[in-house]
């Protein structure tokens, strides 16, 4: 089993549209969640970061289950500008110290006119 | 500009030969990492320095593969002996967490990616 799993879509979906990503993780002692935007062929940016009481930042929704190991992204009234790819990352607990990303494959979303 | 620069953005290379890559993280960062992604797959986490310290190697990274951090700056990766499966972006990210957030900070800040051809 992956450590972190998503659906990989792709999503498609018309302007205005509400559309919603999940990703399980498997390591129930991570301690950091975030969703990442990946435009084609660019690098990773990151979108929210994701905290226990969920955050809301503008049109984007993002929640976090530690009880199911269960991160979700909400985004309402899609724009064609947010056709890309979105990357669930957990941050999983260290004994080492290290911070390091652990990465879902992605979910492409295309947002159709 | 002040994120992370990698350098070059591309490289192409004939098997066998040894390239190098550069990072330049944020300058307040002390913590930089290495990631390769390949074509539909979320990018692997390579190696971790903190300042100047190699912290952790995952096994992707055979023994072709050096990272260095020498003054807690700018980090190179060096890959010899190049293969057809080390054709990948090679992605580099620094962070720097605020004392006091448990629950907070870590976000890591990605540069733009050098992508390697063997050919």
């Known amino acids: 089993r992956k450590e972190v799993e998503q659906d990989p879509g792709p999503f498609n979906v018309p302007e205005g549209a509400t559309v919603a990503f999940n990703c399980t993780y498997s390591?129930?002692?991570?301690?950091?969640f975030f969703w990442y935007r990946q435009d084609c062929r660019k690098e990773p940016k990151l979108l929210m970061s994701v905290y226990s009481s969920g955050n809301e930042d503008g049109r984007f929704t993002a929640q976090l289950n530690r009880a199911s190991q269960y991160i979700s992204l909400l985004i309402r009234d899609s724009k064609l500008s947010d056709s890309a790819t979105y990357l669930c990352?957990?941050?999983?607990?260290?004994?080492?110290?290290?911070?390091?990303?652990?990465f879902g494959t992605g979910t492409r979303l295309k947002v159709l006119a | 500009d002040t994120g992370v620069s990698q350098d070059p953005r591309h490289k192409i290379t004939k098997r066998g030969q040894n390239v190098t890559f550069r990072c330049d993280p944020i300058?307040?960062?002390?913590?930089l990492y290495w990631y390769r992604q390949t074509l539909g797959q979320g990018p692997e986490f390579l190696t971790y320095?903190?300042?100047?310290?190699?912290?952790?190697k995952s096994r992707l990274l055979s023994d072709r593969f050096s990272a260095e951090r020498p003054k807690g700056s700018f980090s190179t990766l060096e890959i010899q002996r190049t293969e057809q499966g080390d054709s990948a972006m090679y992605l580099c990210a620094s962070s720097w967490r605020p004392p006091g957030l448990a629950e907070r900070g870590n976000e890591q800040f990605f540069g733009p990616g050098t992508r390697l051809t063997v050919l």
């Open positions: 990352v957990v941050n999983p607990f260290s004994t080492s110290g290290t911070y390091k990303y652990i």
């Open positions: 320095f903190q300042n100047e310290a190699q912290l952790e």
């Open positions: 300058s307040e960062h002390n913590r």
């Open positions: 390591n129930s002692a991570s301690q950091s």
